[in-house]
């Protein structure tokens, strides 16, 4: 009864179209929860610090081109040099507020055309989700927020499709949330699921695995 004793973080995902808020809301739902008192760190994916997010990055920007299956791959590679210590921190007692993480990986790649299936399969076995917080947004509402910022695939057409392939894989750890809503609205309905699932995970929640 010692490592048992330690209460698990919860790990909560931040999923939306492009312009959907997640940014912000990450930021604001990590700030709320460190003043009540939990250990949380803010995450995102792609992690475009390391070696590999750096590839990504220059990929994304368009200055370097990759073929899909390729990039896909990349994408699911920077997430899988992060799983020890997203276990570890987990683990630990800390929760982790991720901007982005499986779900776009395989919504974005199947968007070009690949198969679902096959964009899910390098995902299996990471940690999976506790709460999977989708701002729901169709892609001409999100285009119409000061537009997008330029990178790769932020086109309405393409969106589209995304919004689709979001829809798909939606499972029971999914909460569905208008983004329309406003600011502080929003902030609220999703401090309350934060805070329902980080209890749920100190109270014994056993960590699982992708998908
Ligand atoms: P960001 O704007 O949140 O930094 O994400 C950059 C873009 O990368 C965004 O358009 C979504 C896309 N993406 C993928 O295509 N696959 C992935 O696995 C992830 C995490 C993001
Ligand atoms: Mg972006």
């Known amino acids: 009864a010692i490592a048992a004793d330690v209460r698990r973080g919860a790990l909560i995902v931040l999923e939306g179209l492009d312009r959907s808020g997640k940014s912000s809301q990450c930021s604001r739902l990590t700030s709320f929860l460190h003043t009540q008192g939990l250990s949380v760190e803010a995450w995102r994916f792609p992690d475009r610090s390391t070696p590999m997010g750096k590839m990504i990055s220059s990929y994304l ?5 990759l073929d899909d299956a390729s990039i896909h791959l ?3 590679a920077n ?3 992060k799983r020890a210590l997203m276990e570890a921190k987990l683990r ?3 929760t982790l507020v991720v901007d982005r993480y499986s779900y776009s990986g395989v919504a974005f790649s199947a968007a070009k055309g ?4 096959w964009c899910k399969a390098p ?7 506790d709460l999977v917080l989708y701002l729901d947004i169709s892609a001409e509402a999100a285009a119409e927020r000061g537009g997008y910022g330029g990178e790769r695939y932020e ?3 393409f969106q589209k499709k995304v919004e689709q392939n979001f829809k798909s894989l939606q499972d029971s750890t999914w909460q569905n949330i208008d983004a329309t809503q406003s600011i502080d609205t929003l902030e609220s309905i ?8 980080v209890n749920d995970c100190h109270s014994g929640r056993e960590l699982s695995h992708m998908w």
Request: hydrophobic share 45%; glycine share 8%.
């Open 79 to 81: 997430r899988w040099e």
């Open 61 to 65: 920007s368009s200055q370097m081109d």
């Open 155 to 157: 086109k309405v057409e």
């Open 123 to 129: 995902e299996a076995g990471l940690p999976a989700p």
């Open 114 to 117: 690949l198969d679902l299936d």
């Open 92 to 94: 630990a007692g800390t």
């Open 190 to 197: 999703i401090r309350g699921a934060a805070l329902k699932v």
């Open 74 to 76: 990349l994408f699911s």
